[in-house]
């Protein structure tokens, strides 16, 4: 048998027995809010937001892991509630190929959520977000390589073990958020939230055995600060937990407004983050006219850095807020 298929097997019949254990995740956490919290829809200071993130994870292994993700939201009735107030709706899809696309997960989602003020200045808000998705996971079969289609006659090719449920499962699933923003001065964020995603614990099996996802649950918090002129500090953690995984990543960037402008700055960011005892993440972002783009790489740290060669990846990500001619002002979450 060949070698490299027996491992891409053990690979993708472990990832399906196992699937409730963890979602595809980003280390631009930050830069992909929808995936993050649904809370956050709807919460920035702009008329629509755009965000597009793509992940390859472990090069090193021929697309082991590619997870590439898009969203859009934006407030809807400012006329009819109060003015410091956001009501957010959004869309946001994902695609994740595992194992050289023998196992796929597709999802689409839309979200709603409402920011309250806490002030009359808007700088403090409490708000909760809900999501609603319906998920399609595949898996090929043909490209899996089974202990019986080895026999004293040879390779034969084929196999008694059957998909009993199919090579596709399609599902609902419900997530909800809450987060608070807060600023002391109008010109930092601070923010903390939690979420949860798949509060209904979908059945997914492509066996006889019923196996449901497991919730995640996930804390995080993050802000800016301005620590001198045209120079400020950005931040964010995360914890997130589902079944027996745990994540915990956590960082900063330093961001030069290059061009001096307040109302449209041109920022440069350049930091790393850290998850414990799996990768370092180096981070460069440029910021300008509403569009950030930012690049990092996982330098794997963990045991798995021999099988890797301690490349745990390259992910990109891009956010464009289209500006209103009057922007309001209240400093909302950007990392």
Known sequence: MNMRKLITFIGALFITLVINAQDPHFSQFFASPLTLNPAFTGK????????????????????????????VDFGILKSKIPEKDVFGVGFSGLADASSNKILKLNYGSASLSYHKALSEDGYSTIGAGFQATYSSLSLDQTKLTFEDMLTQNGFTGTTSDVLTNGNNQNYF??????????????????????????????????????????????????????????????????????????????????????????????????????????AV???????????????????????????????????????YIKKPAEPSGIPCPRF
């Not at 292994?61 to 590439?68: C, D, L, S």
């Not at 027996?244 to 407004?257: P, Y």
């Not at 300008?288 to 890797?308: E, V, W």
């Open 44 to 71: 920035f200071d702009g008329i629509w937001r755009l965000t597009a993130n793509h992940r390859d994870q472990w090069p090193s292994i021929p697309k082991a892991y590619v997870t590439t993700s898009a969203s």
């Open 281 to 319: 993440i180096p981070y460069l972002g440029l910021e300008f006219n509403g569009l950030r783009i930012g690049a990092s790489y996982d330098i794997n740290i963990s045991n798995l850095r021999a099988a890797t060669a301690s490349r745990g990846g390259m992910e990109l990500s891009l956010i």
């Open 173 to 278: 699933d419900i997530n909800a958020g809450v987060l608070y923003s807060g600023s002391t001065n109008g010109s930092n964020n601070f923010y903390i939230g939690a979420s949860m995603y798949h509060i209904n614990r979908p059945k997914v099996s492509f066996k006889d055995k019923n196996w449901f996802l497991t919730g995640r649950i996930t804390a995080h918090a993050g802000g800016y600060f301005p620590i001198a002129d045209n120079l400020s500090i950005n931040g964010s953690v995360i914890h997130q937990i589902q079944n027996k995984a745990s994540e915990t990543t956590f960082g900063a960037a330093l961001s030069i407004n290059a061009n001096g402008s307040m109302e449209n700055p041109t920022n440069v960011y350049a930091g790393s983050w850290l998850r414990l005892n799996d």
